[in-house]
């Protein structure tokens, strides 16, 4: 018999699923992961996306729609935190439509879209995990924006370095 992995998935205020499972792919920020028995130990941020468990000829069994989280893979036991669920089975591209209509906040809007887009063959990375491309105030900035402020703090910072080498010397 072949070995088997511990698949446990907790939401913040319960454990949602706990069985034991060939193989499981996880969503996590840079790629999918296929985790199976004898992994060494590894920890993975998780993004928006698809858990797929396997069954033992490597075919999807059962599909489920996550928000990120974390994954702790060790000793045969893969144990993700997330922040919510939602099983392939019971979503259609209908229900999620209505569902980013009317999204009570970003993360739920961003979450249904997510499965809307999956559903229509569209797949992206959504890096909610690691969302480099916001401000303080939760704005969200474009990639070009973000390049220009980086190159802004870095002539800052050059320009405070000359000024500090001057003074150094007794130029002014």
Request: aromatic share 8%; proline share 3%.
């Amino acid at each position: 018999m072949e070995k088997e992995i511990t698949l446990t998935i907790a939401l913040p205020n319960k454990v949602y699923l706990e069985k034991k499972v060939p193989s499981v792919i996880i969503p996590a920020v840079r790629a999918e992961v296929d985790i199976l028995s004898d992994r060494a130990p590894s920890v993975f941020a998780l993004d928006f996306g698809l858990l797929q468990v396997l069954d033992t000829d490597g075919s999807v069994k059962e599909k489920y729609f996550i928000q990120s989280g974390m994954a702790e893979i060790a000793a045969n036991k893969c144990r993700l935190m997330i922040q919510g669920i939602v099983p392939f089975v019971e979503v259609n591209l209908y229900e999620a439509k209505k569902r980013v209509e009317s999204a009570e906040n970003e993360q739920e809007r961003l979450f249904y879209q997510m499965i809307l887009d999956y559903q229509r063959g569209i797949r992206r990375r959504y890096l909610r995990t690691l969302n480099l491309f916001s401000d303080k105030s939760g704005m969200k900035k474009t990639y070009d924006e973000v390049m220009s402020d980086i190159k802004h703090e870095i002539g800052e910072l050059r320009k405070r370095n000359e000024d500090e080498l001057k003074a150094e010397k007794g130029e002014n």
